[in-house]
């Protein structure tokens, strides 16, 4: 069966422009996250999805960073007028259920890789 | 808050010995805790979950760990290293129980494995 997919799998931006992030879930997950990866930094919690709705937002760095998801399925993840402080692996991860429950362990995505220059 | 500490940054053993990667966390609530690995250029596989239930936890590759509430520690263990255990391996907490969905990770434990 089909894992986490994550589009693109590397991306380089110049400075000051959009990217979007896809991330297409294991079928059948209802819930989904989205992680960033720096150097230096450890894995660092970004905003989760139950369904359609993401309950907290408050792991998103700055008002330059949205999410949604459509259709209880496939996420897209959006940086504006990115910087270079935005370069990172940026992971996304579903589960069947929220972390903590019986089936709540999160299956990962192969991450975005975000160059900003 | 939760929070997660790795004891060790980087771990090395020699091929055949055993492995004890070290995990502490803080928890106000009932933990659920994971161990995750990370091979170079590959994305992250969940090793095993503790979830309350028994608290030797086994998990894939010969891997298992013990949840110690009293000494609130969660080490990795394996009794015999292989040259593919060279990887990251992440200690992690869901926050607040799991009642968030939000993990919580350690910074990471790198195992080098000696031929």
């Known amino acids: 069966g089909a894992g986490v997919s994550q589009s693109p799998s590397n991306k380089v931006t110049e400075k000051g422009k959009d990217v979007e992030l896809r991330c297409d879930p294991i079928?059948?997950?209802?819930?989904l996250y989205w992680y960033r990866q720096s150097l230096g930094q450890g894995l660092e919690f970004l905003i989760y999805f139950q369904g359609n709705s993401a309950p907290d937002k408050s792991g998103l760095p700055s008002d330059r960073f949205s999410a949604e998801r459509t259709g209880g399925s496939v996420s897209t993840l959006t940086i504006q007028r990115t910087q270079q402080e935005d370069s990172a692996v940026y992971l996304c991860?579903?589960?069947?259920?929220?972390?903590?429950?019986?089936?709540?362990?999160?299956?990962f995505g192969p991450g975005t890789r975000l160059t900003v220059t | 808050a939760q929070s997660v500490t790795q004891l060790d940054s980087h771990v090395s053993v020699s091929e055949g010995t055993p492995v004890l990667l070290r995990c502490n966390y803080s928890s106000s609530y009932s933990p659920s805790l994971f161990w995750y690995v990370q091979h170079p250029n590959k994305g992250l596989q969940l090793l095993l979950k503790?979830?309350?239930?028994?608290?030797l936890v086994k998990g894939i590759n010969g891997f298992e760990a013990e949840f110690k509430k009293s000494e609130t520690s969660f080490h990795l263990t394996k009794p015999s290293a292989h040259m593919s255990d060279a990887a990251e391996y992440f200690c992690v907490v869901s926050d607040k129980g799991g009642n968030t969905g939000k993990l919580i990770f350690g910074q990471g434990t790198t195992l080098q494995v000696k031929p």
């Open positions: 079928s059948g997950h209802t819930a």
């Open positions: 503790y979830t309350s239930a028994a608290t």
């Open positions: 991860a579903s589960s069947l259920e929220l972390a903590g429950a019986l089936n709540g362990e999160q299956y």
